[in-house]
């Protein structure tokens, strides 16, 4: 009797019987486990063995196989990182082009206007409180959460997922009841300064009744679009932006020009598309046996949740919260700060979506899943290529951005109601933001180190610091230099939050930058530079762009761009650079 596991060895092209006249080919030199406590069986060459063990252990696994709705792609296996921050970033970028000619149907009906304002804070409230309870904090707790209930088991996964559902349901359905309710209260908190203009803000209120309710609908999308990311399954959820958009240019253009007051077209329309994004998951979800009945109720997993929860809500929202900073002080402002704020954060979107978003959603589930297994030599070198990225992408973005501010908005949005001021008072908002560009990519790439390790407590911590360093610069800065002051503040507070979360990493000891890391930020900062000098000599001032036709300017910005990313490129190669280096497998 063997007191260890023993092992049966097989000759070349020997088989064992199994029932129903069955057999199993083994390969060479292969052998097979048999459970402790049993005794080996010699196989002489030449004879069959039937192994009763071998057979139900196998049927055991089949039907594992079958009924575990994770499959092998969630296994330990190594995941192509690179490939799907890339799936990521193209859907993404076809939401920001979609976003891109939905915002240019609203500078064309409204511009900069007192009713574009009050359309501008309603459609920001619903979206504030949306990151908060979905994406900014409850999909960063959720899904390194779920990985940890899918190691325990999948009764355990599919319990968490039915009370996770069931008990956000519950409180986004009160709290939607509430903001309803009291949408005059949320225009006063988050406008103040419509308290000295009665009709901007009845208007506001009325439009934030239409609206909230988008709350609802789409943070139960993404409650849907983290279960799908957590299966490594990206294309749909990050596609889904794309019908917001979709729903709103037919409202802007199809429905707003035959009511009387056009802005409740765009009211209506953010509420329909909330249903639409919402039913859009269902096939997606049913698919991957996702598609749960929602239930009440508290258990073990849903209470470790909870803790991570709240200090989660607050650390991974602090853009939001930065930004809500920044509408409540641009209400106090001339009419139009809060448009011209809009306009240039839209632009800064593009950048932030194509790489920051794209990036943390696909690090996440990666490191969550290293994390739990314990390898954090993959963990610190996942990082490591996130930050690569990050600096290869993000840097020229924002170099790219300040120069070329003027050409931007005034090609993107200078039609109809937007006037020549409006595009100068933007172009300096957006100036103002791109210093802060960078940092705000590296901050959406190091927090998944924190909260991909059931870490919530540091980033909140940090997030405070970096809220307070955004208030003290806005209310220094907002009376001398207007919202330009405001977008710098921003910036501001992103340096300060990228430098803290960073300097964690390496002082928990999870993260450990390379030299990979310094070269290619060397490599890098040169071609910026080499492509900054380029456009300062070839790019016209604002008044040009400001004077030419519309399709004159298309045809020049498009000129511009692929000059300024051929400059790039050439000069990060001929620094040593090789785009293999983008590639990473964790």
């Not at 575990?68 to 193209?90: E, I, K």
């Amino acid at each position: 009797m063997s007191t260890s596991t023993q092992s049966i060895a097989v000759p070349s092209t020997q088989s064992i019987a199994v029932p129903s006249t069955q057999s199993i080919a083994v390969p060479s030199t292969q052998s097979i486990a048999v459970p402790r406590s049993t005794q080996s069986i010699a196989v002489p060459s030449g004879q069959v063995v039937g192994v009763r063990a071998i057979d139900a252990f196998a049927l055991g696994a089949q039907q594992w196989r079958r009924s575990c709705f994770w499959r092998a792609r969630m296994s330990a296996d190594r995941q192509d990182v690179s490939r799907q921050g890339l799936l990521v970033a193209s859907m993404t970028g076809l939401s920001r082009i979609s976003g891109f000619v939905r915002d240019v149907a609203f500078a064309y009906l409204f511009g900069a206007t007192g009713v574009a304002d009050a359309f501008f804070v309603a459609f920001r409230i619903p979206n504030f409180f949306r990151r908060l309870f979905a994406e900014g904090a409850f999909a960063q707790a959720f899904v390194p959460a779920l990985a940890a209930e899918r190691a325990i088991g999948q009764d355990n996964m599919r319990a968490f997922i039915e009370r996770i559902g069931g008990n956000l349901g519950l409180v986004l359905l009160v709290v939607t009841t509430a903001g309803v309710l009291g949408a005059q209260g949320l225009v006063f908190v988050f406008a103040p300064g419509f308290w000295d203009e009665p009709e901007k803000a009845e208007l506001a209120a009325r439009l934030v009744q239409i609206t909230f309710p988008y709350l609802f609908f789409i943070a139960l999308t993404a409650l849907a679009a983290a279960l799908l990311n957590s299966v490594n399954r990206y294309a749909v959820p990050a596609i889904t932006p794309v019908l917001l958009n979709l729903v709103l240019i037919t409202a802007a253009v199809a429905v707003a020009p035959v009511l009387e007051e056009p802005v409740l077209a765009l009211a209506w329309g953010v509420f329909i598309a909330g249903v639409v994004q919402l039913l859009f998951q269902f096939p997606s979800l049913k698919r991957e046996g996702l598609l749960l009945r929602p239930r009440l109720g508290v258990n073990d997993g849903v209470r470790r949740f909870g803790k991570l929860l709240l200090p989660a809500m607050f650390a991974a929202s602090v853009g939001q919260i930065n930004a809500l900073i920044d509408t409540i002080l641009a209400s106090m402002l001339i009419t139009g700060s809060i448009s011209w704020l809009y306009y240039a954060d839209r632009l800064l979107e593009l950048p932030i979506g194509l790489v920051a978003i794209a990036l943390g959603t696909v690090l996440l589930p990666n490191l969550s899943r290293l994390s739990a297994g314990g390898e954090m030599t993959s963990f610190s070198a996942t990082l490591d290529w996130g930050m690569r990225i990050g600096v290869v992408l993000g840097l020229p973005a924002a170099v790219a951005l300040y120069l070329l501010a003027g050409p931007l908005v005034t090609s993107i949005f200078n039609y109809g109601a937007l006037t020549d001021s409006d595009v100068l008072m933007a172009s300096l908002a957006l100036q103002a933001f791109s210093v802060g560009l960078l940092p705000m990519v590296l901050v959406k790439i190091a927090q998944p180190g924190y909260f991909a390790r059931q870490d919530t407590a540091t980033p909140f911590r940090i997030g405070a610091v970096a809220v307070a360093v955004n208030i003290c610069s806005n209310l220094a800065m907002f009376s001398w230099f207007g919202h330009v002051g405001l977008a710098f503040g921003t910036a501001i507070s992103a340096c300060v939050n990228a430098y803290l979360l960073i300097r964690g990493l390496v002082r928990l000891g999870v993260y450990r930058p390379t030299r990979a890391l310094a070269v290619t930020s060397a490599r890098v900062f040169l071609a910026s530079a080499a492509m900054a000098c380029a456009l300062l000599l070839w790019v016209p001032d604002t008044s040009f762009w400001l004077g030419i036709a519309g399709f004159e300017r298309a045809l020049w910005l498009g000129l511009t761009c692929t000059g300024g990313i051929t400059v790039f490129a050439l000069t990060l190669l001929l620094t040593g650079f090789r785009p293999s280096e983008l590639r990473h497998a964790a």
